[in-house]
């Protein structure tokens, strides 16, 4: 099987969909755990809802995941034969999944220090953690807004 | 419906009848007494806490605060020896007014069984502390196991002196070296060692005392004495064990008599409810004004229970003044919901945000359809809200909810209808496991056509918070403000929406305009020169760019419909690959079971998170006045048992 150059941009593209927002959401979701096993230590009963903030950075991942699993669908990979493509064709599939490869990184690093705060929140009055909740997703808005780029330039593509 | 009217009480009585009224107050369970005490000047507060009654009143609050700490006491250290009744399933025991009643006449008993938990946890206090103490010695004895010699007979005989003592590893060589050159008469009998130093038995003629203390010195021996220890270490040792093993065998007795006395945790249990009912109406006592003779009273309640607690106070006595009135502009009165039973579950959202000013609009009967369709149209798999749905049902059967909990649980069952709903419009049964025609399309097929709806979704909720807004303000008699500040934007953002529609195009120029020009005019009126008028005007125009990022932030209803729809589609992809063998089908249902799970459950926090979201932000910043104090009333508030013949 010989690849163009093209399928191996494209597939570059695909690699940094998943893998850069999944650091950005390894690191989100470690911050906030830091800062929850503080909180259980003190008061135990609190794990709901300290789990409920640390699984928000985790979504940027999963959008990821999302965009990557997009594009090697498009790209042919799954069926098993790699859909013929060019270089020019190859790039606009690497810009398609920038969007969500840079927002999602970087998001998913903000979205996760908000959330850490907010288990302050929880851990002083635990009935207003959804205004914490809240405070998280106003960053997470931006992630989605980027999958959403992703998403439209990918079916735009005609390959 | 939405907000609860309310109305202030106000209460004139006889002293000698306070307490009887406060009870029926409290049984009715609709009066939130207001504390008065705290408003008033401060003369009068003194006056108002001299009084002896007063005091006395806060002297049997303190008494009945204590009692309740021992009640809680008791409760807790029994519970872990009582048979566990989970209250979620069973509900909380049901008290008879006979029961409660014999509890009261045996109270002496219950108080008796109260110390006695008292005692033994005193006594495993008492134990504890032995038993490290023991642990500690046996840790410090264990290197002089080998000394046979019981410590008191250490120390000086006739002719020399025995002692003791640890000493470095190393220094114990040079040190019998030395005794070696200077020829002392001693000699070093190890007896144990560990990593860094050596324990000894130091013997040597007295005459030698002088010489041997400052080779000690030398080489850094500490002499170690056992002051109050007889027997030899090994003895003690032993001794101290058998100690730890009767420690623990009492430890055991505690444990069973403690089983013995779990029987008592229902009855600390009822006392604990009966007092921290007395406790809350005594507390409540503290907020009213009183003479020698007579109290005063003001409260809210609901004003269409206002004849039914007036019946019920005049049930109690006949010499009382009672007199209702309407709120005043500035009171801080409490706020109360009453919505429909469908939209009632979606008030827990709203409570999570803040409650309502109580002069301003519930916003419950708008707010629960949008989420009803919002929180669908992100989860949208039919199989999902199936499961969903069937979940919550089933604990709301089989579990006995309250409050918010039970509010929390039934929204979700709703919202898993909703789910079905989109799952059918959409396609998505468990992703692509079931393969079912859509009802309209599917969303990978055709985003475009879901981003639409999503806008459109976002549109008419938009529109909705406005002409909120525009009723709030008819409502207090702002009609050109209605007119003017949402009016002059309904126009112009139709205008613009109608660009949207080539046919429209023509006439939504003009109309556009108006609405522009319209808000160019007016926006600026509170400004008072002509030129700040119309900067203010032109500036506000500005909002639109609001506006459209309120719509667009809507695109998430596509997203994360979408997430859902390809992560389970990914699972099933995935289950797919590795059937084959009968290991394959074990596998692949294991994937299939942990995949969707995990999905469900991301995507439920997801679409809870981001309903939530839209209506926080892009909803309720159009007309929402939160702040309000929930109404809290007296009544019969218990914790572990009902008491309903109270």
Request: glycine share 8%.
């Amino acid at each position: 099987m010989s690849l163009t150059f093209g399928q191996v941009i494209a597939l570059i593209g695909a690699a940094l969909a998943v893998g850069l927002p999944g650091i950005g959401s390894a690191r989100g979701v470690g911050i906030v755990g830091e800062s929850a096993s503080g909180l259980i230590t003190e008061d135990p009963s609190k794990f709901g809802q300290a789990l409920i903030l640390q699984a928000i950075p985790g979504t940027q991942g999963i959008y990821g995941f999302l965009a990557g699993f997009l594009t090697i669908q498009k790209l042919g990979l799954l069926s098993g034969t790699l859909v013929d493509i060019t270089t020019f064709q190859g790039w606009l599939i690497f810009a398609a999944c920038m969007p969500i490869a840079i927002v999602g990184f970087m998001s998913a690093i903000y979205q996760g220090r908000v959330a850490a705060s907010a288990i302050g929140i929880v851990s002083k009055r635990p009935e207003e953690v959804a205004k914490g909740i809240t405070f998280a997703a106003m960053v997470e808005t931006y992630a989605v807004l980027a999958l959403l780029a992703t998403i439209l330039m990918l079916f735009g593509i005609v390959i | 419906m939405a907000i609860v009217k309310m109305e202030k009480m106000h209460l004139l009585g006889l002293k000698k009848e306070q307490s009887q009224i406060m009870s029926a107050l409290q049984k009715t369970g609709i009066v939130e007494v207001i504390d008065i005490v705290e408003d008033n000047d401060e003369t009068a507060k003194e006056v108002q806490q001299d009084s002896k009654i007063r005091s006395e009143l806060t002297k049997d609050l303190m008494d009945l605060e204590s009692k309740l700490n021992n009640l809680k006491f008791g409760i807790d250290f029994l519970k872990p020896f009582a048979k566990s009744v989970n209250p979620l399933i069973q509900g909380k025991p049901n008290i008879k007014k006979d029961e409660l009643a014999k509890v009261l006449k045996d109270e002496a008993q219950v108080l008796e069984a109260l110390q006695a938990v008292f005692d033994l946890d005193k006594r495993l206090a008492q134990l504890k502390v032995e038993e490290s103490k023991i642990l500690n010695q046996i840790e410090i004895l264990l290197p002089w196991q080998s000394l046979d010699i019981p410590f008191e007979q250490l120390g000086d005989t006739q002719e020399t002196v025995f002692i003791t003592a640890v000493m470095p590893r190393k220094a114990k060589d040079e040190l019998e070296k030395s005794l070696e050159e200077d020829e002392l008469l001693a000699c070093i009998k190890a007896l144990g060692e560990n990593r860094d130093d050596v324990y000894t038995l130091v013997i040597y003629h007295k005459n030698h005392k002088e010489a041997m203390q400052s080779l000690f010195k030398e080489f850094s021996v500490t002499v170690q004495d056992f002051p109050g220890l007889t027997g030899t270490p090994a003895q003690i040792i032993k001794q101290d064990k058998k100690r730890l093993a009767d420690i623990e065998k009492e430890r055991e007795d505690i444990k069973r008599k403690s089983q013995e006395l779990s029987s008592q945790k229902l009855y600390f249990e009822i006392l604990y409810d009966y007092y921290s009912v007395e406790r809350d109406r005594k507390s409540n006592i503290l907020k009213l004004l009183d003479t020698d003779k007579s109290f005063y009273l003001q409260a809210w309640l609901p004003e269409k229970h206002k004849d039914f607690v007036k019946d019920r106070i005049l049930g109690v006595t006949e010499s009382v003044y009672i007199e209702f009135k309407e709120p005043d502009e500035d009171d801080d009165m409490p706020v109360l919901l009453s919505n429909a039973k469908l939209v009632e579950p979606f008030e827990v959202i709203t409570e999570l945000y803040s409650l309502p000013d109580p002069r301003g609009i519930d916003p419950n009967p708008y707010m629960a359809p949008f989420y009803f369709v919002f929180f669908g149209m992100m989860l949208s798999d039919a199989g999902y809200g199936i499961v969903v749905s069937l979940l919550t049902a089933l604990a709301l059967l089989k579990f006995k909810l309250e409050g918010s909990g039970r509010k929390f649980v039934s929204m979700f069952f709703l919202c898993g209808i909703s789910t079905v709903i989109w799952g059918a419009i959409f396609g998505g049964w468990f992703g692509d496991l079931i393969k079912v025609k859509p009802l309209w399309i599917n969303p990978l097929d055709n985003p475009m056509s879901v981003l639409i709806l999503s806008f459109i979704m976002g549109i008419i909720q938009i529109y909705t918070g406005i002409i909120l807004n525009a009723y709030k303000n008819i409502r207090e008699g702002h009609v050109a403000d209605a007119l003017m500040d949402q009016g002059l934007w309904l126009v112009l953002l139709t205008g613009l929406l109608m660009f949207a529609v080539p046919q429209l195009g023509a006439v939504a120029k003009y109309v556009a305009i108006f609405g522009a020009v319209g808000l160019i005019l007016t926006q600026g009126r509170s400004q008072k020169n002509i030129i700040m008028k119309l900067a203010s005007g032109v500036l506000s125009l500005y909002d639109i760019t609001g506006y459209l990022s309120d719509v667009l932030s809507y695109s998430r209803l596509l997203a994360l419909g979408l997430t859902t729809g390809v992560i389970a589609t990914v699972i099933n992809t995935m289950a797919k690959t590795v059937s084959g063998s009968i290991v394959g089908y074990v596998v692949m249902v294991l994937i299939l079971l942990g995949g969707h799970v995990f999905n469900i459950l991301i995507n439920i926090l997801g679409a809870y998170v981001h309903s939530s979201r839209l209506q926080y932000i892009e909803f309720f910043s159009k007309f929402y006045d939160s702040g309000g104090r929930a109404f809290d009333p007296l009544r019969i508030k218990t914790t572990y048992v009902e008491l309903e013949d109270l």
